[in-house]
């Protein structure tokens, strides 16, 4: 009986003094990771080329298919916004610099279609700025630019440009 | 009656129970240590890298430990601990399944620091530096995690766990 007693006080003192010697915590670990959002130019541009210059209006038109068309990749069936200028006013201020004559300004109106994941001129959907669209399963989106030119009767002659921009975010 | 006094107790009983079976007088000395138990809490911070943009090329986050997850140990003063923690696997298991995303895993390489400038590996022992009545060890853990190129998007999460000894 002493000997279990003295064996139980060992045992009870080793439990005791091993509960207090160690100890341990768990904390946890997080990363969020995020497809980038890119945009590019994949095909096309929106050149309308040379216009003879006839002395009444004119409307150039382009369509989306045959204009520029851009590839969105993102995170797969994330919804993306769109803005574009939907007006654009091109200049010929360097071809004036240069030769002289008058300086004149042209207003390009843009239209722009969607094809949602699909690469081909499929389905198109015009869309507006600020619109919001899901991008693919794949994280694609097409977007297609087209638009028009009006060109006044006492259009001055030259090389008109501008710039274009469309913006994407999530 | 608290713990430390039970030994105490215990330890005199036994003491006397052994004296009272000898034909003759013994005597010798009883010692012990009582040790201030060890702990380790939370302090400061997290282990939270944020929101990361993947790209087509591999590189690593890195979490330095001054901006990480702060560890107090306290204990017996002026007594070493044996400090020991590991790398951590991270996995985006639950985000994949809600969305029917690709899966992916990251390892957590941890970088752990004593009061946020000594550097410490597994296994080193460290003294608890007196305070007041206790010894204190600030333990500062950061770290890195590698992102392979093709690594799959989502929230990735992990568990790090350290431990102390006397």
Same mark, same amino acid.
């Given at each position: 009986m002493k000997q279990n007693l003295f064996v139980l006080y060992i045992l009870t003192n080793f439990t005791l003094l091993w509960g207090q010697t160690n100890s341990s915590l768990q904390n946890e670990i997080a990363i969020q990771l995020t497809k980038g959002l890119s945009i590019k130019a994949v095909n096309g541009n929106l050149d309308f080329g040379s216009v003879l210059s006839i002395g009444s209006e004119q409307t150039l038109s382009k369509n989306p298919q045959y204009g520029v068309k851009f590839e969105v990749t993102g995170i797969s069936r994330t919804k993306v916004s769109i803005e574009y200028s939907s007006n654009v006013v091109l200049s010929n201020f360097d071809y004036f610099q240069q030769n002289g004559g008058s300086q004149g300004n042209l207003s390009f109106t843009a239209d722009v279609v969607e094809t949602s994941g699909y690469s081909t001129y499929?389905?198109?959907?015009?869309?507006? +700025?600020?619109? #919001?669209?899901? =991008?693919? +399963?794949?994280? #694609?989106?097409? =977007?297609?630019v087209g638009g028009e030119i009006s060109i006044s009767e006492n259009q001055p002659i030259g090389d008109y440009e501008g710039t274009f921009t469309i913006t994407i975010a999530y | 009656?608290?713990?430390?006094?039970?030994?105490?107790?215990?330890?005199?009983?036994?003491?006397?129970?052994?004296?009272?079976?000898?034909?003759?007088?013994?005597?010798?000395?009883?010692?012990?240590?009582?040790?201030?138990?060890?702990?380790?809490?939370?302090?400061?911070?997290?282990?939270?890298?944020?929101?990361?943009?993947?790209?087509?090329?591999?590189?690593?986050?890195?979490?330095?430990?001054?901006?990480?997850?702060?560890f107090i140990v306290k204990g017996e003063a002026n007594r070493s601990v044996t400090v020991i923690f590991d790398n951590a696997e991270l996995n985006n298991y639950e985000w994949s399944s809600l969305t029917g995303s690709e899966s992916g895993n990251l390892e957590f390489i941890p970088d752990v620091r004593v009061n946020n400038s000594q550097s410490v590996n597994s296994g080193e022992a460290i003294i608890l530096d007196k305070n007041g009545l206790v010894g204190e060890l600030k333990l500062n853990v950061g770290g890195?995690?590698?992102?392979?190129?093709?690594?799959?998007?989502?929230?990735?999460?992990?568990?790090?766990?350290?431990?102390v000894t006397y």
């Open positions: 499929v389905s198109p959907k015009n869309i507006k +700025s600020g619109r #919001k669209i899901r =991008l693919s +399963s794949e994280g #694609k989106l097409y =977007l297609w | 009656m608290n713990i430390w006094k039970t030994i105490s107790v215990l330890m005199f009983l036994h003491y006397a129970l052994v004296l009272g079976q000898t034909l003759g007088y013994q005597s010798g000395s009883a010692a012990v240590t009582l040790l201030m138990p060890l702990s380790i809490e939370a302090g400061n911070g997290d282990l939270d890298f944020g929101d990361i943009i993947i790209s087509d090329s591999p590189h690593h986050e890195i979490l330095n430990p001054t901006n990480g997850k702060e890195s995690i590698e992102i392979k190129s093709k690594q799959p998007s989502g929230e990735y999460k992990g568990i790090f766990i350290i431990s």
